[in-house]
């Protein structure tokens, strides 16, 4: 909530897919109109190829694109000519073995064995491994594992680096694999995240060498907290792990204090439903939170922190994803923000870690969000005359469109006092029952009349009169 020009309250990126039954959204959040707000802290290039060598590589590449379980590598002389070339089979079960090895290492704590099974040719991908590793020893997993996934050849080949098939002479496939882990203390059942492995063969083996790369990776990947580039440090509590950077490590307690807090104040609103604890990652290092935007660069500045609902399996990789838990990611230049504002964003957040299992693909934007600052609001510390300054220019006609939603962040505003007003008239309960519609009806029309007795036009009527009152103080 920490930007130059307060604008509005938490804003999402949302990853739409209309045939997944539940879709991977991510909900941010920046600072409200009518809440006072600091300003804002101040191709590699191809080597020379021998033509025969380019045969090879083209028909291996082709064949990897079909989805073939063979790779071509070609092997050199001591001049560059190359002097013959030899067909290396891609074995699942090698391939198995060392993501067994990897877990196996984070559970011993050997980062020897972790890195018996790297390739160390690129100097900087063996430094960020050794890190990976003394970060993945530091996170309480109840359980950790690194399953091989299965998706088509052509899709993964998509992601993978030049520079890694120019060194490993097509010899490289791009592994999807899925980090199945339960956080001790905070996960009631297993989450899956992704990981588009790299393995190249080198020295008569499978090795991993390196990550897959593009705009299009799935929801997390390179975004979790032991992907952070710099050593991490573990915090919690009863209820809440957070993961910050380690030269920050003293604002954990801080932290902690908020959450706890932040989690009382929603169990007052949903007290059930949901388990109740959350993972936190408070990291200084921006990579881990930009990779959600892969699409919307020029939204980062203005999101302070994301909700991102995790599920049993990797929600791109499946038709229909089970909800498994929500983590809480931070904007690095959130962490300098005055602890009102902290406090405010937490609430937020886990407001929509308490509602990710009810919320699915046909709940509406300004019902998710405007219920999220409902719940962070509720003990009135807002500011009527800042209320006021919010609205002030704003169309109050029909209840935005999700499509819309995000392009005017003072949606959520309206948003939240179209919530708000769904609870003073009809009770907070018929506010959640109406939240909780949307499982199983897509429009505002068939929930309105089913939880609250009235249909879209009247409820948008006594909507636009509710906001007019605001305006009026």
């Not at 007290?271 to 959350?278: H, R």
């Not at 800042?386 to 392009?407: N, V």
Request: proline letters at 7%; one cysteine or more; charged letters at 20%.
């Amino acid at each position: 909530m920490t930007i130059p020009e307060p604008i509005a309250a938490p804003v999402p990126q949302q990853r739409p897919s209309d045939e997944q039954e539940r879709t991977p959204s991510v909900y941010g959040g920046v600072p409200s109109p009518w809440y006072p707000a600091p300003q804002l802290p101040p191709e590699p290039a191809r080597g020379y190829v021998w033509p025969i060598l380019t045969v090879f590589l083209v028909a291996a590449t082709l064949i990897a694109l079909a989805g073939a379980g063979a790779t071509a590598w070609t092997l050199r002389g001591h001049g560059n000519a190359p002097t013959a070339a030899t067909w290396v089979g891609v074995d699942p079960h090698a391939i198995d073995a060392v993501l067994q090895r990897r877990a196996e290492a984070v559970r011993k704590k050997d980062q020897a064995e972790w890195m018996a099974d790297v390739d160390q040719t690129d100097a900087g991908f063996a430094r960020r491994q050794r890190q990976e590793f003394e970060n993945l020893t530091k996170v309480p997993f109840a359980e950790l594992g690194f399953e091989r996934a299965g998706q088509p050849a052509a899709k993964m080949a998509a992601f993978l680096p030049p520079a890694l098939l120019e060194r490993y002479h097509a010899a490289v496939k791009v592994v999807p694999v899925t980090v199945r882990h339960r956080i001790e203390g905070v996960d009631s059942k297993p989450v899956a995240t992704p990981w588009l492995a790299v393995f190249g063969y080198a020295g008569g083996r499978w090795l991993v060498a390196g990550d897959g790369v593009g705009k299009d990776l799935p929801t997390g990947e390179a975004g979790q907290p032991w992907d952070a580039s710099g050593p991490i440090t573990v915090v919690r509590s009863q209820r809440v792990v957070a993961v910050l950077s380690a030269d920050n490590g003293g604002a954990g307690q801080g932290l902690l204090d908020l959450a706890e807090n932040a989690l009382r104040r929603v169990a007052v609103v949903r007290p059930g439903g949901w388990d109740g604890k959350v993972l936190i990652t408070a990291v200084g290092d921006r990579q881990i939170f930009d990779t959600y935007f892969a699409e919307s660069q020029d939204r980062i500045g203005q999101v302070a922190a994301i909700a991102v609902p995790y599920y049993s399996t990797v929600a791109e990789w499946t038709n229909r994803p089970a909800y498994a838990t929500t983590r809480i990611v931070f904007n690095p230049s959130e962490l300098t923000a005055a602890e009102a504002e902290l406090q405010h964003d937490l609430t937020h957040e886990f407001t929509h870690a308490a509602m990710g299992p009810v919320t699915g693909p046909y709940t509406p934007r300004w019902v998710v969000e405007g219920f999220a600052e409902y719940v962070a609001y509720k003990d009135g510390r807002f500011s009527a005359a800042g209320i006021r300054q919010a609205l002030d220019g704003l169309a109050i006609t029909t209840f935005p469109d999700d499509k819309q939603f995000y392009e005017e962040p003072r949606n959520y505003v309206s948003g939240w006092l179209a919530c708000r007003m769904i609870a003073d008239r009809y009770g907070q309960d018929k506010l959640i029952a109406f939240y909780e519609g949307f499982q199983n009806m897509s429009e505002v029309e068939s929930v309105a009349r089913s939880v609250l007795g009235v249909g879209r036009v009247e409820l948008e009527q006594q909507w636009r009169d509710y906001v007019e009152q605001q305006r009026r103080g």
